[in-house]
């Protein structure tokens, strides 16, 4: 015992001295050992409440200094056996400034300012080497700060395999929110970044295999096993959605949705002014568009195209096939129209075509500009066609609605134009015909008249 302390009570684990005749002879001395089996004892106070209660205004209640300088040592050593214990129960019962239930420092290049062991091995049953609780509103069970190295380290040696849900998986650090109904923002483990740079990490995750350096897991299919909010997210290595073993920079798995008015961008803002997107729109009820925006070029000699191309899978050249511009034009391979099945053996009532000369003069032809030229197939300055009201009364089949506008889409002209000429042959071949016959007619009459004109000489 130090005989004269600087604070209320100071032990030497090097020194024990004799209490023997002091307190009126309540302490008992059996060999080296000194105890007391009375009431309780109090420093600082008249009327403790505990086997030892010490009441001070220092800055150390109990100081204790263990100075042993090998092997594992211990300043304070408590063990409490009940199914509650607390071996050492820290309260800081200030209610404004910085306070610490439990604070412990380590010198030591690779030491703990606080250490816990969980060596409980049962079935069903958690023990927790460090565990943090808090009730205040912004409060942290357990709180790490460090201006260098780790504010909160969690190691965990073992190899077993725990299940998926964690509830005994072998864990470094593990967060728990036990309550069934949590707040909003509640978190079994929260990191902070205070940083105003690009410096500095809320949460970190390493490992040094080819495992998971962060692991999310949620067990309800609204739930997210990941959320993320609020500034960029950066992932250097591939990334699978429905896989786990991505071969490109993103590896879909699955059905990819864009939302209405969202935009499928292609190509770097820096390469051009040009935008490239895929867009759909809502139209009414019932009524969509997929829109593809092709550049800021609809016409000019900057037109910008969608090129419909082949290519072997292992490389090779491009062979473009298809060109769309953003003009409105189109190109494919020889020109000529868009190809349509045509095969004897799927088509039924195969009929010949008569009229086509009569009905096609029913047409008119005319000349005209649209009233606004962004409508679907309008363009600007003079134009040639016909109009659908006047065609739908020849070939209805080719007159169509689009939101209460008429449109029009010409089908089997080339077999209406062939039939034209082929009845424009025939009626010339007839009237050649009739003409040759009464050629051949007069020609006889002269000959017969020249005939008696001779005879008469």
């Given at each position: 015992?130090?005989?004269?302390?600087?604070?209320?009570?100071?032990?030497?684990?090097l020194?024990?001295?004799t209490?023997?005749?002091t307190?009126?002879?309540?302490w008992?001395?059996?060999?080296?050992?000194?105890y007391?089996?009375?009431?309780?004892?109090?420093?600082?106070?008249?009327?403790?409440?505990?086997?030892?209660?010490?009441?001070?205004?220092?800055?150390?209640?109990v100081?204790?200094?263990?100075s042993?300088?090998?092997g594992?040592?211990?300043?304070i050593?408590?063990v409490?056996?009940s199914p509650?214990?607390?071996?050492?129960?820290g309260?800081?019962?200030?209610?404004?400034g910085?306070g610490?239930?439990v604070?412990g420092?380590?010198?030591?290049?690779t030491?703990?300012?606080?250490?816990g062991?969980?060596?409980?091995?049962?079935?069903?049953?958690a023990?927790y080497?460090?565990?943090?609780?808090?009730?205040?509103?912004k409060g942290?069970?357990?709180f790490?700060?460090?201006?260098?190295g780790?504010?909160?380290?969690?190691?965990?040696n073992?190899?077993?395999?725990?299940p998926?849900?964690?509830?005994?998986?072998?864990?470094?650090?593990?967060?728990?929110?036990?309550?069934?109904t949590?707040?909003?923002?509640s978190a079994g483990?929260?990191?902070?970044?205070?940083?105003?740079?690009?410096k500095?990490?809320?949460?970190?995750?390493?490992?040094?295999?080819?495992?998971?350096?962060?692991?999310?897991?949620?067990n309800?299919?609204s739930?997210?096993?990941?959320?993320?909010?609020?500034?960029?997210?950066?992932?250097?290595?591939?990334?699978g959605?429905?896989?786990?073993q991505?071969?490109?920079?993103?590896?879909?798995?699955?059905?990819?949705r864009i939302?209405?008015?969202?935009?499928?961008?292609?190509?770097?803002?820096?390469?051009?002014?040009d935008?490239?997107?895929?867009?759909?729109?809502?139209?009414?009820?019932d009524?969509?568009?997929?829109?593809?925006?092709?550049?800021?070029?609809?016409?000019?000699?900057?037109?910008?195209?969608f090129?419909?191309?082949t290519r072997?899978l292992?490389g090779?050249?491009?062979?473009?096939?298809?060109?769309?511009?953003s003009?409105?034009?189109?190109?494919?391979?020889?020109?000529?129209?868009?190809s349509?099945?045509?095969d004897?053996?799927?088509k039924?009532?195969i009929?010949?075509?008569?009229?086509s000369?009569?009905?096609l003069l029913?047409l008119?032809?005319?000349s005209?500009?649209?009233?606004?030229?962004?409508l679907?197939?309008?363009?600007?300055?003079p134009?040639?066609?016909f109009v659908?009201?006047?065609?739908?009364?020849?070939?209805p089949?080719?007159?169509?609605d689009?939101?209460?506008?008429?449109?029009?889409?010409?089908?089997?002209?080339?077999?209406?134009?062939?039939?034209?000429?082929?009845?424009?042959?025939?009626?010339?071949?007839?009237?050649?015909?009739?003409?040759?016959?009464?050629?051949?007619?007069?020609?006889?009459?002269?000959e017969?008249?020249?005939?008696m004109?001779?005879?008469?000489?």
């Amino acid at each position: 015992m130090v005989m004269n302390p600087r604070r209320s009570l100071v032990v030497s684990a090097l020194c024990l001295g004799t209490l023997a005749g002091t307190a009126m002879g309540q302490w008992v001395t059996a060999g080296a050992n000194i105890y007391y089996n009375g009431g309780n004892v109090g420093i600082g106070t008249a009327a403790p409440a505990w086997p030892l209660e010490v009441r001070a205004q220092v800055d150390r209640g109990v100081a204790v200094t263990n100075s042993k300088v090998t092997g594992t040592t211990y300043g304070i050593f408590s063990v409490a056996r009940s199914p509650s214990a607390r071996g050492v129960y820290g309260l800081a019962n200030n209610v404004d400034g910085t306070g610490y239930g439990v604070l412990g420092v380590s010198n030591g290049s690779t030491g703990h300012g606080v250490r816990g062991i969980a060596q409980a091995n049962i079935t069903n049953k958690a023990s927790y080497g460090v565990s943090g609780k808090s009730e205040s509103v912004k409060g942290a069970g357990v709180f790490g700060e460090a201006t260098r190295g780790v504010g909160v380290l969690g190691q965990a040696n073992s190899v077993a395999n725990g299940p998926a849900n964690g509830s005994t998986a072998i864990a470094g650090v593990r967060g728990v929110i036990s309550s069934t109904t949590p707040g909003s923002f509640s978190a079994g483990v929260w990191g902070i970044n205070n940083g105003t740079s690009t410096k500095g990490v809320g949460v970190a995750g390493y490992h040094a295999g080819s495992g998971y350096a962060v692991y999310g897991l949620v067990n309800g299919n609204s739930g997210y096993a990941g959320y993320f909010e609020g500034g960029q997210n950066f992932f250097e290595g591939d990334v699978g959605i429905g896989t786990d073993q991505p071969s490109a920079k993103l590896d879909v798995q699955g059905d990819v949705r864009i939302r209405t008015g969202d935009r499928f961008y292609f190509g770097d803002d820096t390469e051009n002014d040009d935008p490239t997107y895929f867009e759909r729109d809502f139209n009414g009820s019932d009524n969509t568009i997929l829109r593809l925006v092709l550049g800021d070029d609809p016409s000019g000699a900057q037109l910008d195209w969608f090129i419909v191309a082949t290519r072997s899978l292992t490389g090779g050249s491009e062979q473009n096939k298809i060109w769309l511009g953003s003009d409105g034009s189109a190109f494919k391979p020889g020109g000529g129209q868009w190809s349509a099945t045509s095969d004897r053996r799927v088509k039924r009532d195969i009929q010949p075509l008569h009229g086509s000369l009569e009905r096609l003069l029913e047409l008119r032809g005319v000349s005209f500009e649209y009233i606004d030229p962004t409508l679907p197939g309008a363009s600007e300055g003079p134009q040639r066609g016909f109009v659908a009201q006047e065609v739908e009364s020849v070939f209805p089949e080719w007159v169509g609605d689009m939101n209460g506008l008429k449109t029009l889409t010409i089908r089997g002209f080339e077999a209406l134009t062939v039939e034209s000429l082929r009845e424009l042959r025939e009626e010339k071949d007839r009237q050649i015909a009739a003409l040759q016959s009464e050629n051949d007619e007069l020609r006889a009459r002269l000959e017969k008249i020249e005939a008696m004109l001779e005879a008469r000489r």
